[in-house]
């Protein structure tokens, strides 16, 4: 193995999982999140040599970002996608819960499903600095990084994310559950 590719499966390779998970929410496919980190790490690959070190999650991510971005501009998608059906899973996994309430578990995986569909409804600016930085736990620097946006505009689009969601919350999850339009 050369020391270029063992280079970059130690700085590049921990950081898939945050690529997948921020590909999931671009796309909101599982199909299209697969195929843009696929790209995403052959193009990080190709041009690693260009890489100057440094954390290597906010070069990765920016990659998936862009690939995203191409991806969409190359099928010309409006970024509608369908909503999943309504016997499918939202989750990536199954809900593991120590409490053997069923009453419990069901409350819970439907704030999960609510959460995912108020995440994914948000608008593409709010949703992806919303992902990396509470998902990803990315610092408003990294953020910057990674989508070429100032600190200033991540700042600003984070907030509105946060009070978007929580306008979204409680409308549409607080108000049907106490009753209220």
């Not at 108020?118 to 998902?135: D, H, K, N, S, T």
């Not at 408003?140 to 600190?151: F, V």
Request: aromatic fraction near 6%; charge should be negative; hydrophobic fraction near 40%.
């Amino acid at each position: 193995m050369n020391d270029q590719r063992r280079r970059f499966e130690a700085q590049v390779l921990p950081h898939l999982d945050a690529a997948h998970n921020l590909a999931r929410w671009l796309a909101r496919s599982p199909d299209g999140a697969d195929d843009i980190v696929q790209e995403a790490i052959l193009r990080a690959f190709r041009s690693f040599d260009g890489f100057r070190g440094g954390d290597a999650k906010p070069w990765l991510l920016a990659i998936v970002r862009n690939c995203f971005f191409t991806t969409v501009a190359q099928t010309r998608q409006k970024m509608h996608v369908p909503l999943p059906e309504e016997n499918a899973s939202n989750d990536d996994g199954p809900l593991v819960d120590k409490s053997p309430d069923p009453e419990f578990t069901a409350i819970r995986a439907e704030q999960s499903r609510n959460l995912d569909q108020i995440v994914a409804g948000l608008p593409p600016e709010f949703r992806e600095v919303l992902v990396l930085r509470e998902m990803e736990d990315l610092s408003y620097r990294d953020i910057a990084q990674a989508t070429g946006a100032p600190i200033g505009t991540v700042m600003s689009r984070l907030a509105r994310a946060r009070a978007l969601l929580k306008e979204r919350w409680l409308r549409d999850v607080e108000g049907v559950r106490h009753g209220m339009p």
